[in-house]
């Protein structure tokens, strides 16, 4: 027995309250949203791509089946909305998830949507199809499912092997857009076709994109933006200057403290709401490498670490020492300070942790007069080098002398993805939702595909899969956080620092928001417009 088709009343819920705590503000249609980008996109295939460099600019190209509301502040399960789905329903063992969807959406060249797209986007996924797809990085979300049938062109069903809380809220990632059949990869990659408020009209890598509006959108009145202009600019101090020039109506969600006070003292108009990010910086050491995969290295790589001094430089203090979820009260599933206490690093007495750290070292044959010579990767960003810097600096009071190897993005992730070419590596800790299955399955499951580390450990397999499955919340959340408490203790990935950022517009635009626990699911633009 199916449980009740209950999103039809949620969305009905929804847009009543919307109705009766928004004050009436007359909307405007028109107009070209400018905005920036930081890198170049390696490519415009959003399943195709880990970084946010892709999803933020061809994320109005396209819809999902379900989305988290793009004006609530938390990405969480209660603010899921129907999107390409009309309706659905979970089955009475919670292993099948059925939608239902609207009749009449078209493709951007014309050709109707079916169900039939839905299943082709999670079979190739599941590489279960070949449709001339590099591999996904979130291939991992999908381990649990089994298969997708239709039934009709307009009803497709989600068969799970076991129970999984979390798998409504990958859905309504802004990573998880239906692609068409009949639209190949390398397609997709250069000219994606979608179904969602904006067309693709010019992809000049390095340079700029821009969308412009879809006439024919399924939902009425949308978008009203004639389109949206994303320029490339990789120098932080350009962009930002772009900004107070007036050039662009709004920044992306880089904006630091620094950049903040900047922005208010010489555009005191500008809106900017900043605030601690469920991202940061992790610090990866290649498993290729035989002396870095020693756990007496990794133990001196944790304590060495004063999270609090750069902490004070990075984020102005206001951030908080984590795991790898994001800490309460902001996030759901963290440590807290006084849970992390234990941990290797962690303890206040800095001091004492480096004697340790030092000692350790020595065992493994490095001294000040013969430190560990060791280079960094890190992504050619200000906010991933300045915080690069400050950890160097921190290593070289254990003995460990590391050179920073600032890289483009691109070659960033190939190595990664290579595991070549680098020791030690600055890995942005940035999670598509706040959830543990998507952090867990897809950075610490041995084999996954953001495994960069290659850890490997079949009790925190175990673990995983028991909270994974675990519908009780309270119990759930003290499974995460064993988990988390685990590999920090085992300095798998340490957390280094948090970060305190975000974004600043012109009061002329309106109708986008962005939510505080995540940075990959608000970029449909669909309801934003310009009050000029």
């Not at 659905?88 to 059925?98: F, G």
């Not at 609207?102 to 079916?114: E, M």
């Amino acid at each position: 027995m199916k449980a009740p088709m209950s999103s039809t009343l949620n969305c009905l819920a929804a847009a009543l309250c919307a109705t009766l705590l928004t004050p009436a503000v007359a909307q405007k249609a028109g107009g070209v949203l400018r905005v920036y980008e930081r890198d170049s996109p390696p490519s415009a295939s959003i399943h195709e791509e880990g970084t946010s460099s892709t999803l933020v600019p061809f994320m109005p190209l396209f819809n999902n089946l379900v989305l988290f509301d793009q004006h609530a502040k938390r990405n969480e399960p209660g603010n899921i909305r129907g999107d390409l789905a009309q309706q659905w329903a979970w089955s009475a063992d919670a292993t099948v998830l059925t939608f239902k969807l609207t009749p009449g959406v078209k493709w951007h060249d014309g050709k109707p949507l079916t169900s039939a797209d839905v299943k082709c986007t999670w079979d190739t996924l599941a590489g279960k199809r070949d449709a001339g797809w590099r591999k996904s990085p979130r291939s991992g979300w999908y381990s649990n499912l089994e298969e997708v049938t239709i039934n009709g062109d307009l009803e497709v069903a989600f068969k799970l092997k076991r129970p999984q809380p979390s798998f409504l809220s990958f859905l309504a990632s802004g990573l998880s857009p239906v692609y068409p059949c009949h639209v190949d990869g390398r397609t997709m990659r250069t000219a994606p076709i979608g179904t969602g408020p904006f067309k693709l009209a010019e992809f000049r890598s390095g340079e700029v994109i821009r969308l412009t509006r879809n006439p024919d959108y399924f939902k009425k009145g949308k978008p009203l933006l004639d389109g949206i202009e994303y320029r490339i600019i990789p120098n932080q101090a350009t962009r930002l200057m772009s900004f107070i020039a007036g050039d662009l109506d709004m920044t992306w969600s880089d904006v630091n403290a620094e950049m903040e006070k900047d922005v208010r003292r010489q555009q005191p108009k500008a809106i900017c709401e900043m605030t601690v990010k469920p991202t940061g910086g992790l610090v990866l050491a290649n498993s290729k490498n035989e002396a870095l995969k020693d756990p007496r290295f990794r133990r001196a790589l944790a304590l060495a670490i004063d999270r609090k001094s750069i902490d004070a430089i990075t984020a102005q203090g206001k951030g908080a020492a984590t795991g790898i979820m994001m800490a309460p009260p902001d996030g759901a599933w963290g440590l807290t300070a006084a849970q992390l206490a234990d941990v290797a690093g962690y303890g206040k007495d800095v001091a004492k942790n480096r004697e340790a750290a030092r000692k350790l070292m020595s065992e493994l044959g490095y001294s000040a007069a013969k430190p560990l010579q060791l280079k960094m990767m890190v992504v050619n960003r200000p906010n991933q080098t300045v915080p690069t810097v400050l950890l160097i600096d921190q290593l070289r009071s254990i003995n460990i002398a590391a050179s920073m190897d600032a890289v483009d993005i691109g070659v960033w992730s190939q190595r990664l993805t290579r595991r070549a070419d680098f020791e030690l590596s600055y890995e942005s800790h940035a999670p598509a939702l706040d959830d543990p299955d998507v952090v867990l399955y897809q950075g610490y499951k041995c084999g996954a595909s953001a495994n960069y580390g290659d850890y490997c450990s079949k009790e925190t397999d175990a673990l995983i899969d028991e909270q994974s499955a675990t519908t009780d919340p309270v119990k759930r959340r003290k499974l995460v956080q064993t988990i988390d408490h685990k590999l920090q203790s085992e300095g798998v990935r340490p957390v280094f620092h948090v970060t305190y950022s975000g974004y600043c517009r012109y009061p002329a635009v309106k109708g986008i928001d962005h939510p505080t626990n995540s940075i990959y699911n608000s970029y449909r633009y669909e309801d934003a417009w310009l009050d000029h």
